[in-house]
């Protein structure tokens, strides 16, 4: 425990006082021999004497302004440890468009997944909704840390890694200040969101989940630093990608041959994700409500037990301090208020 202002404790020497006992009211009478015995009075007054030492020495304690410092604790959790890398470029203020079959590719395995939703929720544009699907995804992985970047030609790191809901869900609302640009850096995003991980120990699952509304081509050098990256820090990739009225929807991109698919930033990267060696799902977000499945697979990865340090922030004890003494100081109002005179 640490004091803030500790030269008030040189008065507890005070705090003897009420033990002295010429301070206490007195009543002649002529022969104390004749009077009873009364221990139970006694025992009394040495209590009240105890309540008037112990008002003191607290109040003098509080006004030392006792605290325990901010420390860092090793706490054991189960979930993942999840990066949100969210889109805040000028398009996401667009509405939503639809795809153009608006179903998935059918027949063999593919990580491409189309959500058409059934629900209709009157949310003003792809920003917003994103920003109230992410909170509802946030509600739902309670044992999750999570950690969360804004992008548009540059990433910005809004929250490092936290398992305290309120806080991601105050970065997620934070989203929406101010107006992005046209342009997006997904590449940069992405490197953003690895570098949440540089000399962490792998404790469990981890996920980049990218929020984006359109594709990026990336150079060679781009490309296989972010292989390297993802491999070595054993990263899944979701690209929940969220359509604008014109753009092409990713089911189109599945039977395209390379060149073509190159031709189209958003068949590009759906195609260089394919590829880069991790767990990697899509999912075509064409309305509000069209994140479920997302949440779903998320939910499903394995729960591995996560090893993290939290801040406990500093607490001060000074209330308790004061609650004791103002507790002290009722006693004494009250044994006041019922005082006889002492005999002597």
Known sequence: MNLEHPLWLLLLPLALLPLWRPFAARLGYSSLALLPEDAASRWLDRGLRAAGFTALAALLLALAGPYRPERQVERQGQGAEIVLLLDRSRSMDQAFGKARDGLGVGGNYSPYFSLSGE??????????????????????????????????????????????????????????????ISETDIGQALQEGLAFFEQRPY????????????????????????????QRYRVSLYWIYIRSSRSPGLSEAEGLSPENAEA??????????????????????????????????????????????????RASYAPLAYALAAGAVALLCLARWKELPAWR
């Not at 970047?149 to 929250?159: A, E, I």
């Not at 469990?204 to 509304?213: A, E, K, P, Q, T």
């Open 119 to 180: 629900k209709a929720v009157a949310d003003r544009n792809k920003g917003e909704a994103a920003r109230r699907v992410l909170t509802q995804f946030v509600n739902q992985r309670p044992n999750d840390r999570f950690g969360m970047v804004v992008f548009s030609t540059l990433p910005m790191r809004v929250l490092d890694f936290t398992e305290k809901p309120e806080a991601v869900k105050a970065a997620i609302a934070a989203g929406q200040v101010g107006r992005g």
């Open 264 to 313: 189209v930033p958003e068949y590009f990267l759906h195609s260089y994700f394919k590829n880069l060696g991790v767990p990697y799902r899509a999912y075509e977000a064409e309305n509000p409500d069209a994140l479920e499945r997302a949440v779903a697979d998320v939910s499903r990865l394995e729960n591995l037990p996560i090893t993290y340090t939290d801040t406990v922030p």
């Open 203 to 230: 404790t469990g699952s981890r996920i980049l989940m990218l929020v984006s509304d359109g594709g990026d081509h990336l150079d060679a050098v781009a490309r296989e630093r972010l292989t390297t990256l993802m």
